[in-house]
């Protein structure tokens, strides 16, 4: 059992790393979600000027 409390508080150490990179990343995916509709735009621009309309 002492072995178990030393090892509980390493664990709950790596949550909070866990919880802090989730909230990282949850950042990363709000700019992915901004950089989309970017990509999206230059899909259509990209498609709008194909060779195949121009045919």
């Known amino acids: 059992m002492m072995n178990v409390h030393q090892v509980l508080p390493q664990i709950n150490l ?3 790393n866990v919880h802090q990179l989730l909230s990282q990343f949850n950042l990363d ?14 899909d259509e621009c990209a ?3 194909a060779p195949v309309h121009w045919t």
């Open 47 to 49: 498609s709008s000027v």
């Open 29 to 42: 995916m709000m700019n992915v979600h901004q950089l989309l509709p970017q990509f999206t735009g230059h």
């Open 14 to 16: 790596d949550m909070m």
